[in-house]
């Protein structure tokens, strides 16, 4: 096991012993703040103007949502955009909790203020057709893994009951990812060589979408404490040397100091491969 295997994988066990996705909603995701709100206008915007994806026909359009977490709103912006979505994680507890949004189990986590906004964003009057699009395009939620060598193809994990998994030569129109990458690495030349491993599994032509966060160094959760590789703009830029940058755009912090994470600004960021 590679120097780099091994550092993510530490963090991966941090996660698989103490993250809680039901303490993680309740903490980060009680209502659509602002920085919420700026992801959810960057992954609209790219997904209903930017040229270079509206270009691909739509029954080709394949996106995969890289370490979704318990968190399904992002891909409910990218669901105007195609009907065939993947979605991952590493935890098996994150994986369960969209399922059970998925199939609109009474014990799903509660996600309609953010759908609501969503709606707003789309000129509909409820989130309500916003939610039933997004289940109807999610086509399969499976394990990953940011230190694998195939990240969809992790060893090691356990998979839900009746499962589906891609195939290994799977390529993809789009990936996307939130808040992950820079928690998944804890140096600058992990988030690289994660960066790297991830992107191949992008078509020639197709797009990296990340929104995250910047200055970040850890976030808590409970007693828990999650550390993160601290990212500027230019540490972005340089990873992403060989692609073509699309729409890069910056907002300083806006939440209160209560929101336990010293991140000083986030990002959201297309990139053509």
């Given at each position: 096991?590679?120097?780099?295997?091994?550092?993510?994988?530490?963090?991966?066990?941090?996660?698989?012993?103490?993250?809680?996705?039901?303490?993680?909603?309740?903490?980060?995701?009680?209502?659509?703040?602002?920085?919420?709100?700026?992801?959810?206008?960057?992954?609209?915007?790219?997904?209903?103007?930017?040229?270079?994806?509206?270009?691909?026909?739509?029954?080709?359009?394949?996106?995969?949502?890289?370490?979704?977490?318990?968190?399904?709103?992002?891909v409910a912006a990218a669901s105007v955009y195609t009907s065939s979505i993947t979605m991952s994680d590493v935890l098996d507890s994150n994986r369960q909790e969209l399922q059970n949004w998925l199939a609109g189990a009474e014990a799903?986590?509660?996600?309609?203020?953010?759908?609501?906004?969503?709606?707003?964003?789309?000129?509909?009057?409820?989130?309500?057709?916003?939610?039933?699009?997004?289940?109807?395009?999610?086509?399969?939620?499976?394990?990953?893994?940011?230190?694998?060598?195939?990240?969809?193809?992790?060893?090691?994990?356990?998979?839900?009951?009746?499962?589906?998994?891609?195939?290994?030569?799977?390529?993809?129109?789009?990936?996307?990812?939130?808040?992950c990458l820079e928690f998944a690495s804890s140096t600058l030349e992990d988030f690289r060589e994660m960066l790297r491993r991830l992107l191949e599994l992008v078509r020639p032509g197709g797009c990296l979408v990340l929104a995250g966060a910047l200055g970040n160094t850890y976030y808590q959760l409970g007693r828990s404490r999650y550390p993160s590789v601290r990212l500027s703009p230019e540490d972005l830029k340089a990873a992403l040397k060989d692609l073509l940058i699309l729409d890069f755009r910056v907002l300083k912090r806006q939440t209160s100091k209560e929101k336990p994470a010293d991140h000083d600004a986030v990002f959201f960021l297309v990139a053509q491969k």
């Open positions: 096991m590679s120097d780099f295997e091994s550092r993510v994988r530490w963090l991966t066990d941090q996660y698989t012993f103490s993250f809680d996705p039901k303490t993680y909603h309740a903490t980060y995701y009680s209502e659509p703040d602002d920085e919420v709100k700026f992801f959810l206008e960057g992954f609209h915007r790219v997904f209903t103007q930017e040229p270079t994806l509206m270009s691909r026909p739509p029954r080709q359009r394949r996106l995969l949502e890289f370490g979704s977490g318990p968190v399904p709103i992002y799903a986590l509660e996600w309609t203020p953010f759908l609501e906004y969503l709606a707003e964003l789309e000129g509909h009057r409820s989130g309500l057709a916003v939610e039933e699009r997004t289940r109807k395009a999610v086509q399969m939620v499976v394990p990953c893994d940011g230190a694998a060598a195939r990240p969809l193809q992790p060893g090691g994990t356990t998979e839900l009951p009746g499962a589906l998994r891609p195939p290994a030569t799977q390529l993809y129109d789009v990936i996307m990812s939130t808040l």
